[in-house]
């Protein structure tokens, strides 16, 4: 069974920091690695979606990484603003989870100015 | 373009009673995806529809809990005898092929289902 595991649970930085948000999954047989963003009382978007023959995928200040033979993804945000503030989930596509999305229990990120 | 819609977003109803929750995918969106967000939890997935594929119910916590998905388009997530523990946060999501590499989920915001 496909388990993620994210760290650290919460976060709080002052803006204009660099940070990174931990992610990691007990079984490589993934299809892909997706990031998603969760603000109070909405949906998830999606921010980043990382194919499992690559190795990292980029959108504006939002960089992340994924490294399967170890099971770790990072995802980078640069330069953070109070509207970064949200929760970040990670969720592995496949794996012994025949096709479903297994999803961390997030970091939930603080950026104060 | 119009991302995925629910409906309800929120409901409130009594212990017993029966409800039904709907989600609307984005147009031409083949696969089709329920999951719950309890208070302090993470999402647990509950099913998903790919095309004219039998569903994948694995997820569902008891058989007071079943979903179609009519058309290949609107689904109903209906849970029958409903429980405190039910009261969660019902998301639906699609994408644009099953298991392909490259089709991020798109979600609803969800509906907020509480049971007294």
């Known amino acids: 069974k496909q388990e993620v595991t994210q760290i650290p649970a919460a976060l709080s930085v002052p803006e204009g920091e660099n940070l990174v948000l931990n992610c990691s999954f007990t079984?490589?047989?993934?299809?892909?690695l997706q990031w998603f963003r969760q603000d109070p009382g909405k949906g998830l978007t999606s921010l980043l979606l990382?194919?499992?023959?690559?190795r990292e995928q980029t959108s504006g200040r939002l960089n992340a990484s994924l490294d399967k033979s170890s099971g770790r993804s990072t995802l980078y945000i640069a330069a953070s603003q109070p509207g970064d503030s949200a929760t970040y989930l990670c969720?592995?596509?496949?794996?012994?989870?025949?096709?479903?999305?297994?999803f961390g229990q997030g970091t939930i990120l603080t950026v104060h100015p | 373009g119009a991302g995925v819609s629910q409906s309800p977003s929120n409901k409130v109803t009594e212990k017993g009673k029966d409800v039904e929750l709907r989600c609307d995918p984005i147009?031409?969106?083949?696969?089709l995806y329920w999951y719950r967000q309890s208070l302090g939890q993470g999402l647990e997935f509950l099913i998903y529809?790919?095309?004219?594929?039998?569903?994948?119910k694995s997820g569902l916590p008891s058989d007071r809990f079943s979903a179609e998905r009519t058309g290949g388009s609107v689904s109903t997530l209906t849970i029958q005898r409903t429980q405190q523990e039910d009261s969660a946060v019902y998301l639906c999501?699609?994408?644009?092929?099953?298991?392909?590499?490259?089709?991020?989920?798109?979600f609803g915001n969800g509906t907020r289902l509480t049971v007294t």
């Open positions: 529809f790919q095309g004219n594929s039998a569903p994948d």
């Open positions: 147009s031409g969106h083949t696969a």
């Open positions: 999501a699609s994408s644009l092929a099953y298991r392909a590499e490259n089709s991020p989920l798109h």
């Open positions: 990382i194919q499992s023959s690559q």
């Open positions: 079984d490589s047989a993934i299809y892909n």
């Open positions: 969720a592995a596509l496949g794996g012994t989870s025949y096709g479903k999305l297994t």
